[in-house]
Structure formats: structure tokens, C-alpha cells
């Protein structure tokens, strides 16, 4: 059931993708003669399949850009950098689109050995690792069973010591793809869409106002209460909790 | 004619000379009727005073009498008296007599009380007064006394404060007017403020008063002048019951006296009053709460609203003013004016404030505003976000807001911010270092794109990627266990034999067994498979092949006689099969022969 599910969708996607590429080049049209409001609602229709691309959501965070929508074009531009996150235009636009943001959050900067050991994690997606895992894992094996057979000491020693490489290889990478897995469970970051909005110190309006946040500020979503509130951190290490139609979760 | 007044009161004597004619037609009627009649009467000289006042009675008669019996006085006490006058006077030839009795008296308590009827006897005859009903009231400041130029200055002299409104909201604006009021017939020599009213609870400001200009006008029915001394305006600060404190001036007042100078003209006696304006009490109304903006800081009265901005486009480092400006008719210098919130990437200083001000009778009137100096660092869009400003308008008693434009500052040149989550500072070092980055303006659309779904699944945790993981591991234990089998296998000879024959038979009639039931093929296959078994097994040339030399060859080898008989039939049916038809079931038998006969050799060949 599933397959046939997955072959349907395979099919369509593989249908839509031609008239999406016509809805894209027709976005860029109107980009390109100023009309950025027809522009993004071509690009939005792209979105509507079901399909995304990372220059599709850049294209459209610039339409909003250009629209000075400071929330949006943010989202859009943090939705890119999700599917390429080493894209430099993304990295440039973004910066300039951060630029329109009231907030000034200061960022507490990792050091050291956290900072090495999460540089490599994210180097690969999580089942990029999963892959390489997998990988080593068969290189364990052939290593293991020619070291098995084998009958030159040589060789033996050789292949052994290759194996039990291939099988730290695996651990580790595994090891990874758990992590990466679990920050990428943790990491729920989300955009403040609201113009202006009181983070309150407990779920409910008449608790005290703990500080505001203003349209465009990315925050982590770390639980929400009752649909209505999310509990959000920020990158200095403030928490709060925001009314939950005031931000929209990328 | 000459009167003697020595029983009427000094006091009086200042009244005017109307009233002493007037008195003196009274007293020459009375003369000529007095030797008819009787008269005896009680006269006070107030009917109604304080307590701490006293009074005086006259018991006055016109005939001398005997056994005078005063009332009894009972609610009073008997300051002086009782002392006797008596008046004899000749006019005009007739002669008049009066007696008088006087009691000086001063009241006990407070109350209406009658001084009841006296008697006295003359001629015989029993004459009563009428009872006096006399009321005391509480005390009064001080003994009025007519004739003091005191009581007369403080009689003519009014200072009143007037207030605009008596219930005012909160912050709106109301004045205070002092007027002197003069009655027409005292003057003013000059005035010093003994104290200046602190106007706690409000905002106050004085007008000052250009010149003094005297005015007509009337004070409770009577004609009156006066002269404004100073106007104030004052916005409350806090509701409820607010007290205005008086306002104290020390007056030199210009009193007539009765004295004359030589001219006959009257002197005056210079006074020195202090008067008093009395305290107002006004009651403050609140705000409404109802629809009260939550950014609303106070503001009352009529105002615009805007925020602008010098430039709308610049280059990076350069300066930028943005103005936040509320104008109008209000409390403007009592609320503070709307902040505006900045892009953080914009480098902002204190806002400078100014104060255009003025203010007269209505209030204040003017504008103030923030101006903020900004300068931005990097290239970019910035918006200047709305800002919106709620004051209180009176005139609708409703709450307005105002909402101004969002403004966009265009940084065109100057460069680039670089990484979003770095701080300033880091980003001024770059900016040193002149390091650009290799985009250092707003990169345009892309062109190409390649499409996925947005709903994947991943590869990690799924069923497929445990299995693919795990399976390699049971691979080593299975393949240790083929070996093993295989090593097993190899040390067992009878069977390596067996299987190794069926090996050779199969390689060598593998061509045969494809072309099966294509007789001809099958049986050249056949033949050619015999052949090259041979060739290989027994290392000849095809060109000594023949029958003979096979058996013999065979022979040599040693090998079972039945089994080269049988050889030697199959090459024999392979050569016969080209010139007689043959079943499928013979070439069958034939094929079973061949690979029985090629194993039977190759056991015996050694």
C-alpha cells in the first residue's frame, strides 16, 4: 500500500515538476520586472505542490525582501539555508534581510572541543551519516572474513587491523548520525511574524512580561501548553513563553 | 436750635447728615406731643451679634418715674450699668425731658432669647416695655465695629480667585484668575503677595500680567471695581479632591474717616489689610479606563502626530535624523513622547529633545519632538517601524491613537554585514580589515532550480537502514560456516571424485545437452565433447584419433574393458546418427552413457 503510494506520488511529483518549473520561471519574470507581489504568489504556488527547492524559497524570501517584510523574507531565507546550508547568496541575503531586524540578540559563541565536535556533525546530514555507517560496516565485514580466510601473517595482520578500523569507522559515524539526529530533534527554530510581541514569564496574559521580541528574531522552540503558547529560548539563553500565532515555525 | 445727643451712641455719629435731620423732625414731633403723652420704651443697639459681642439697652422715658423695675435679664450678664442719663432741653420754648437707663450686657450662650418687659411708674401710673427678642449667634471674628477702618477695609476690600472649571479630567487644563474687587468709595495704595500658593498636585504656570487695568464691575449687587493680579494655568496631576491654596496679599487700603480737613473734604486713614483669596477645592475627574490605548503615557488635549525622517536614502557612516514630533493644544510638556524602536543593526544615539512651547490663558500650546541621530554601518534596507501615539481628546472625551507611516532608510553604499549572528563588533574588525565579502550587494534571484518533495522520508532509523546495518554482521558467521562445509567437503576423496567426474561430464557435454533434439548437432556435439576429453585427459592430437588407437591407448591407461567397449559404441552411434534417424529417447540413453562413461574414465585414468 504504502509503495504504490510512494510510486503514485512519484509519478505526479515527476508531472508537476515541469509545470512547476513553468510557475518558477514565471515567478522570476515578474521578479525581475519589479511585480514582487505577483511574484511571490507564483513562488507560493510552487509551495502548494508539495515541492520545494532551496532556490525556490531564496527567490521568494528576496521577493519579500524587496517588499521590506522583514518576517517572511527571514523565514524564507532560513527555509534555503535548511535544504543548502553553505550557499553563500543565502549567507549575504540573509544578512541583509537580518539588517531590518529590531532585535540585537546576542549569540554565545561555542568554544573548543563542542565547537570542533559540532562543526563535524553538521558536516553531513543525518542520513548521510546513517550511509557512511552502513558502508563501514560492509567494509568490516569483507575485511574481517579476508582477514579470516587469509593465511600470510602479513596479510592477516594487515587486513585485521583494517577491520577493526572500518568497525571504530562505523561507531563513530553512527555515533554521529544519533546526534545529529537528536539536534536536529532539538533544533525547532522558529521566526517571530508578530510586529511586536511580550514574552510572558508564565503560559497566560496576566503573568508578568519578561521582555519583547520584534518581527523577524528567530527563536527555538523548546514546548508549547494548550495549542495557544510555546515555551521559545533564545540564543543568549533567555526563555519565555509567546503567544503561539506569533511565530511560525520553519 | 441746639440738640444734646449725649444718649445716642458715638458710634452713629458718622452717619450721614440725612440721617441726623431726619432724626431731629422725629425729636421736634415728639416734643410737641410730649406733654400729652407717656412714652416708655427699650432700645438695643443690635438685635442680632455674636456671642462674644455685647450690646447695649436703653430704657428711655420722657416723664421721670419711680420704682423702675429692669427685666431680669436672665440669658445675659450685666457687663456695666445700669446708669442713669437725663436730658433737659429747652426748644424753641418748649421744654423736653428724657430719662434713660443703660445696660451694658454680653450673652451667655447662643440662641433667640426675649429680654422681657421692664415697669416703671409715673404719675401713679404703671408703664411696661415691649419684649426684645435678641439673637446670638456664633462668634464672629472680631467685634464688628463700624467706625474701625479695619472692619470697613475688610467690608470693601474682596480678593477672589475664580477657576475655570470645577471638575476637570486629569491633565486638562484649567486656570485660576485672581481679581481684587474695590469698592467704589476705598482705594488701593499697594499690594505685596504675603504667600505665594504652592500648587501641589499640579502643573502650574503663570501669566504674567502686562499693566493693571482697572475694571468696572459689580460684586453681590454693588458696584465694585477690580483688577485682575495674576492669571494662572494649572494642569492637575492626581484625581480626587484637589485644593487650590489660597492666595495672601497685605493690602494698604485707603478708608474714608469721618474726620474732615480744613476744606471740609473727608480724611482718609491708610489700612493695612491682609486678604485672602479662600481656599477652592476641585474635584479631578480620572481618565476613562474604558478603551484606554495600552500605549497611551498621558498625553490630553488636541494633538498631530509624525515621524520623519532628513534622508531616505544614504551611504553607509552617514547621518540620519529621525524627528518624532507631537503638535497641537495640550498638556505637551507633561507626557513623554512615543520611542522609537530601531533596527538593531542601526547605530542609534540619545534622542535630543526640544520644546516649543507657549502658553497663555487656553493652555499649552506648541510642539515637541525627539530628535534621534542615526547612522548605519552596513548597506541594506532599514524600516523605521511605525510608531503610534494615543493622547485623550477632550472635546470628544474619547481616546484617539495615531499611527504613523513606516518609513524605509535606503543604505546604498558601504559594506556588508557580514555574518547575521556575529556581533558589531566583530563586524567593525572586518570593516577595518577592509576584508569584503566576495558579495557585497543584494544577491538577485536564481534561475535554476531542481525540485524535490517536501515530504521525505529518511533513510536513517528506517526498517531498511537496521536491516542493511545488521545483516553484514550475520554474513560473518554464515560464510565461517560455508567454509567450514566447503573444507569438510574437500577432505572427503570418494565424494570429491564423484562430484569432480559429474563435473567434467557436465563441462564437456554442456554443448551437447543445449543442442538436444537437433539430432545432428547434438551428436557432432557429442563426438567433438568425447574428443576433447580425451585430448585433454590423455594429452593427444586430434589427427591420431582413431578407433584403434583410442583402446589402445585406453588399454594402456588401464582402464575396464567394459568401459572402453562402451566408448567406443558411443563415438560408433555418434558416426551412425548422421545416416539413421534417432529418437529423442536414444539420444537421451546416449547423453546418460556419455557422461557415465567420461566419469567411469576419468576414475580409472590415473
Known amino acids: 500500500m504504502k509503495k504504490t503510494i510512494y510510486i503514485l506520488t512519484f509519478f505526479l511529483s515527476s508531472l508537476c515538476i515541469a ?42 524570501a528576496n521577493a519579500y525582501y524587496k517588499l521590506n517584510r522583514v518576517a517572511p523574507s527571514i523565514y524564507y531565507y532560513e527555509k534555503a539555508q535548511q535544504l543548502s546550508p553553505n550557499d553563500k547568496d543565502i549567507k549575504n541575503n540573509l544578512s541583509f534581510a537580518n539588517n531590518m531586524t529590531i532585535d540585537d540578540i546576542e549569540s554565545i559563541p561555542e568554544i573548543g572541543f563542542s565547537k570542533l565536535f559540532k562543526s563535524v556533525i553538521n558536516s553531513f546530514s543525518f542520513d548521510m551519516w546513517a550511509v557512511l555507517a552502513v558502508a563501514s560496516v560492509l567494509l568490516f565485514v569483507i575485511f574481517f572474513l ?41 533544533d525547532n527554530p522558529a521566526i517571530v511574524f508578530a510586529q511586536e510581541s511580550d514574552i510572558k514569564s508564565e503560559p497566560n496574559l496576566r503573568s508578568e512580561t519578561a521582555f519583547e521580541l520584534h518581527e523577524g528574531t528567530k527563536v527555538q522552540i523548546i514546548e508549547s501548553y494548550k495549542k495557544n503558547w510555546t515555551k521559545i529560548k533564545l540564543t543568549d539563553g533567555k526563555t519565555g513563553w509567546i503567544a503561539t500565532q506569533d511565530i511560525k515555525a520553519l | 436750635m441746639i440738640l444734646i445727643l449725649g444718649a445716642i451712641n458715638d458710634n452713629f455719629k458718622m452717619k450721614s447728615i440725612k440721617y441726623i435731620i431726619i432724626f431731629i423732625i422725629a425729636l421736634t414731633t415728639s416734643a410737641v406731643f410730649a406733654q400729652e403723652e407717656v412714652v416708655f420704651e427699650a432700645k438695643v443697639s443690635k438685635k442680632k451679634l455674636g456671642i462674644n459681642e455685647r450690646f447695649r439697652i436703653d430704657f428711655i422715658m420722657n416723664k421721670d418715674g419711680d420704682n423702675f423695675n429692669p427685666p431680669s435679664f436672665e440669658n445675659f450678664t450685666i457687663v456695666g450699668g445700669p446708669s442713669q442719663a437725663i436730658n433737659n432741653s429747652w426748644i424753641n420754648g418748649v421744654k423736653s425731658f428724657s430719662k434713660t437707663y443703660s445696660y451694658f450686657l454680653a450673652p451667655k450662650k447662643r440662641g433667640k432669647f426675649t429680654i422681657t418687659q421692664s415697669s416703671i ?35 470693601n476690600i474682596h480678593l477672589i480667585a475664580e477657576v475655570s472649571k470645577a471638575n476637570p479630567y486629569l491633565n486638562e487644563a484649567i486656570t ?14 499697594t499690594w505685596r503677595e504675603l504667600d505665594n500658593p504652592r500648587y501641589n498636585d499640579f502643573w502650574s504656570q503663570n501669566i504674567n ?12 449687587g454693588e458696584d465694585y471695581r477690580y483688577v485682575i493680579l495674576r492669571k494662572t494655568v494649572l494642569y492637575p496631576q492626581k484625581t480626587g479632591k484637589l485644593i487650590i491654596e489660597p492666595l495672601t496679599l497685605d493690602v494698604k487700603v485707603q478708608v474714608p474717616t469721618n474726620r474732615r480737613n480744613f476744606f471740609g473734604e473727608r480724611q482718609m486713614s491708610i489700612v493695612n489689610r491682609t486678604v485672602a483669596a479662600g481656599n477652592r477645592t476641585i474635584n479631578v475627574k480620572p481618565l476613562p479606563e474604558q478603551g484606554k490605548p495600552i500605549d497611551f503615557t498621558g498625553a490630553v488635549g488636541d494633538f498631530n502626530f509624525k515621524v520623519t525622517t532628513n534622508k531616505n536614502e544614504l551611504k553607509a557612516t552617514e547621518a540620519l535624523q529621525a524627528k518624532i514630533q507631537v503638535s497641537g493644544k495640550g498638556n505637551l510638556k507633561l507626557f513623554k513622547l512615543p520611542k522609537l524602536t530601531l533596527p538593531s543593526s542601526l547605530e542609534v544615539y540619545e534622542p535630543e529633545h526640544n520644546e516649543k512651547v507657549s502658553t497663555n490663558l487656553s493652555g499649552m500650546q506648541g510642539n515637541i519632538s525627539d530628535s534621534y541621530t542615526i547612522v548605519p554601518s552596513f548597506q541594506g534596507n532599514y524600516p523605521i517601524p511605525s ?14 491613537t495615531i499611527v504613523s ?17 556575529s556581533n558589531k563588533d566583530k563586524a567593525k574588525v572586518s570593516n577595518e580589515k577592509s576584508e569584503v565579502m566576495s558579495i557585497s550587494h543584494f544577491a538577485s534571484f536564481k534561475t535554476n532550480t531542481n525540485f524535490v518533495a517536501v515530504e521525505t522520508t529518511n533513510f536513517f532509523k528506517s526498517k531498511l537502514f537496521w536491516s542493511v546495518l545488521l ?9 565461517i560456516f560455508v567454509r567450514r562445509k566447503k573444507d569438510e567437503r574437500d577432505g572427503d576423496v570418494v565424494g570429491n571424485r564423484i562430484r569432480k567426474a559429474n563435473k567434467l561430464a557436465r563441462k564437456y557435454l554442456s554443448e551437447a545437452k543445449k543442442s538436444f533434439g537437433d539430432k545432428e548437432t547434438f551428436y557432432n556435439a557429442l563426438e567433438r565433447a568425447l574428443h576433447n576429453y580425451l585430448k585433454s585427459k590423455l594429452s593427444i592430437v586430434t589427427i591420431e584419433f582413431s578407433k584403434d588407437k583410442i583402446q589402445e591407448l585406453l588399454n594402456k591407461k588401464t582402464v575396464n574393458n567394459t568401459t572402453v567397449v562402451e566408448f567406443n559404441e558411443l563415438l560408433e552411434s555418434c558416426e551412425l546418427a548422421r545416416y539413421t534417424p534417432f529418437s529423442n529417447v536414444e539420444m537421451q540413453q546416449d547423453y546418460d552413457k556419455a557422461s557415465r562413461v567420461i566419469s567411469a574414465l576419468d576414475k580409472q585414468i590415473r
Open chain 2, 176 to 189: 485660576v484668575v485672581y481679581k481684587l474687587y474695590i469698592s467704589p468709595n476705598t482705594g488701593v495704595e
Open chain 2, 405 to 421: 507611516k513606516e518609513l524605509i532608510v535606503n543604505v546604498t553604499d558601504g559594506p556588508m554585514n557580514g555574518d547575521s549572528n
Open chain 2, 387 to 400: 510608531v503610534t501615539f494615543s493622547y485623550f481628546d477632550l472635546t470628544t472625551e474619547s481616546y484617539k
Open chain 2, 209 to 220: 500680567m502686562k499693566g493693571l487695568k482697572l475694571i468696572n464691575s459689580t460684586y453681590k
Open chain 2, 121 to 155: 411708674e409715673i404719675n401713679g401710673e404703671t408703664y411696661k416695655t415691649l419684649p426684645i427678642k435678641i439673637q446670638i449667634t456664633a462668634a464672629v471674628d472680631k467685634p464688628k465695629d463700624p467706625n474701625d477702618p479695619n472692619y470697613i477695609a475688610s467690608q
Open chain 2, 471 to 479: 545483516f553484514p554482521f550475520l554474513a560473518i558467521p554464515l560464510a
Open chain 1, 146 to 186: 579476508s582477514y579470516y580466510f587469509s593465511y600470510s601473517t602479513n596479510k592477516k595482520r594487515l587486513l585485521f587491523l583494517s577491520s577493526i578500523t572500518s568497525l571504530c569507522f562505523m561507531v563513530l559515524t553512527l555515533t554521529f548520525a544519533f546526534q545529529k539526529y537528536a539536534y536536529e530533534q532539538k
Open chain 1, 19 to 60: 509545470q512547476n518549473s513553468a510557475l518558477f520561471d514565471k515567478g522570476n519574470a515578474s521578479y525581475n520586472e519589479g511585480n514582487f507581489q505577483e511574484a511571490i504568489t507564483l513562488y507560493e504556488n510552487v509551495l502548494n505542490t508539495g515541492m520545494h527547492s532551496s532556490e525556490l524559497y531564496f527567490n521568494l
